[in-house]
C-alpha cells in the first residue's frame, strides 16, 4: 500500500534521495519549500492540507552549516531551522488527521568534541559553542508542542555520505594528492568569535579527531526502521557503529582512488583555505565520536556498518557507465 509522505526541505541532498527513493517506491510525495514545491513556507493553510491525513513528515528544512559563521549566516542557520520546525508544529496542530510520524532533521554535533569515550542517547554529553546552541534550540522547538497523535523522532545524523555530498571534495582532494590527514594546531582568537562560539580551541588531534558518518542508504533505512517501530521515539543517533578517524579516513580514500600519496594540511592552511572557500574549520577539526546505540538495541542492520566499503560504492557510483 502505498504512503502518503511530506517532505520539508527537499531541494536538498537528503532530501532529493528520499524523495526519489519513495516515488520509486509508488508512495505519493509532497513537498514543502521555498519555491517550486507543493507548498511555500507561510502559507498556513496549504501547509496544513498537506499534512492532513499524512503517514510520514519529514522535515529537512535548513540553511546549509557549510558557510562562514558570520552573525547574518548565524542568524539564518538558526532561523530556517526553528521558525520551519514551529510552522510544521501549528500545522500539524491544526490537522484533523495529523501525520503519524514525523522525523526531524538534527546533527550528531549536538554533542561535545569526544576523543576519550563514544556518545550515545543516554549518555552522551552535549557540548558547548554556537553549532551545539543551534542544535538544542532546534530540538527544543520540535518537541515543545503538545501534538498527542503524532510520535516525533529527531535524527542526530552524523556526516551523511553519498553522491553528491561532504565526501565528494574529499575525493578530489586525494586524487590531486592532498589527501593528508587534517591537523588541529594553534591559531589565534578574535573575542568577537569566542563571544559567538565559533572559534575552534586546539585539541592537539594530529589528525585523530574521530570522524563518525553514515551512508545516505543508512539514513533512509534508519527512517523506515524507526516507522516500523512505534516504540521509539525522541532522540536518535543515526551513525553507522564503526566510527573512524580523519586520518584513516584521508587514507581510505587515497587507497580507493589510487593516489600514492597525500599532503597532510596544518591548522594554519585549513585556517586560510576555510576563509577562503567560505566554510569553517569546525567542520573536519572537531572529533564526533557518535555511536547508534537506540538503533542497535532495537535491532536495525546497517546496510553499510564499515567506512571503505561505504566509500566504495559511492565512489563507484560516480564511474561513467
Known sequence: MSRRVVIAGASGFIGQYLSAKYRAAG???ATIGRSGADAAWGDAAAIAALLDGADLLINLAGKSVNCRYTAVNRAEILRSRVETTRELCEAVAACVRPPTLWVNSSTATIYRHADDRPMTETGGEIGTGFSVSIATTWE???FAAELPNTRRVALRMAIVLGDGSALIPLVNLARFGLGGAQHDGRWPATAK?????TFHENRHTAGRQK??????????????FVERHPEIDGVVNVSAPAVSDNATVMLALRRIVGAPFGLP????MLELGSAAIR????????SRWVLPERLQQHGYEFAYPELEPAIRAIVAERQPR
Open 211 to 224: 570522524f563518525s558518518w553514515v551512508h545516505i542508504d543508512d539514513v533512509a533505512g534508519a527512517i523506515d
Open 140 to 142: 527544543r522547538a520540535f
Open 265 to 268: 594540511t596544518s591548522r594554519w
Open 193 to 197: 568569535r569566542r563571544a559567538a562560539g
Open 27 to 29: 508512495d505519493h510525495v
Open 279 to 286: 566554510t569553517e574549520t569546525e567542520l573536519v577539526l572537531k
